[in-house]
């Protein structure tokens, strides 16, 4: 079946600018994760999803970032008055349940994010 | 919250030796350890995890060690293969899941 989908793959905006990157997880996936990944590191956790609610929004830097999924299987990643600092690749990942015996996570190839 | 070390950041091997990447992870509450290979401009794919209830898993040439009293993990590959050269990735989940920042693993042949 279909993996993990994520759109745009590049995002080229202006210091300042909004933008927003999407994700469609696996189907029957009820639990979504986001991270960002800059060079050199690993992937660093944002937020997740079980359903339709943010489970644990921890990772988030601050309130510019802000995620949604209304009906619990896309989900939107809202970054405001970026900065060149969120540069970043950014994954989105699902599983079909949450938690550490949720299974195994499955990443998609990622929005680079690059803010000028 | 979590915290995970990783090392070394870069390792590099002669095809066919074997390679050793350690992990260590400061959350007792974590309890499930996978490892992900990455190459260039790709994204994470796992190739093995462990959970808290068992002290190793193999699987062909890839094998993962587990210690919960020093709480440390390693990754352990066989008979490498050049086309084992990538970024590999430790992780913990406790409440989320921590990586740490990465190995480089180069396989001359």
């Known amino acids: 079946g279909a993996g993990v989908s994520q759109t745009p793959s590049n995002k080229v905006t202006e210091k300042g600018k909004y933008v927003e990157l999407r994700c469609d997880p696996i189907s029957g996936h009820t639990a979504l994760y986001w991270y960002r990944q800059s060079l050199g590191q690993g992937p660093e956790f944002l937020i997740y999803?079980?359903?339709?609610?943010?489970?644990?929004d921890s990772g988030l830097p601050n309130d510019r970032f802000f995620a949604v999924r209304p009906e619990g299987s896309v989900s939107t990643l809202k970054i405001q008055r970026t900065e060149r600092g969120d540069s970043a690749v950014y994954l989105c990942?699902?599983?079909?349940?949450?938690?550490?015996?949720?299974?195994?996570?499955?990443f998609g190839p990622g929005t680079r994010l690059t803010v000028l | 919250g979590e915290n995970v070390e990783q090392h070394p950041s870069t390792l590099s091997v002669q095809e066919g030796d074997s390679a050793v990447i350690k992990c260590t992870y400061s959350d007792s509450a974590s309890n499930y350890f996978p490892w992900y290979k990455q190459e260039l401009g790709k994204r994470p794919q796992l190739i093995i995890d462990?959970?808290?209830?068992?002290g190793e898993k193999k699987d062909q040439r890839i094998a993962v060690t587990l210690n919960k009293t020093a709480k440390h993990f390693s990754l352990h590959i066989t008979e490498t293969q050049p086309e084992d050269s990538a970024v590999y990735f430790c992780?913990?989940?406790?409440?989320?899941?921590?990586f740490g920042k990465g190995t480089t693993l180069s396989v001359s042949s």
């Open positions: 999803f079980q359903g339709t609610g943010a489970a644990d």
């Open positions: 462990i959970r808290s209830n068992v």
């Open positions: 990942a699902s599983s079909l349940i949450s938690g550490a015996f949720g299974g195994e996570q499955f």
């Open positions: 992780a913990a989940y406790g409440t989320a899941l921590i």
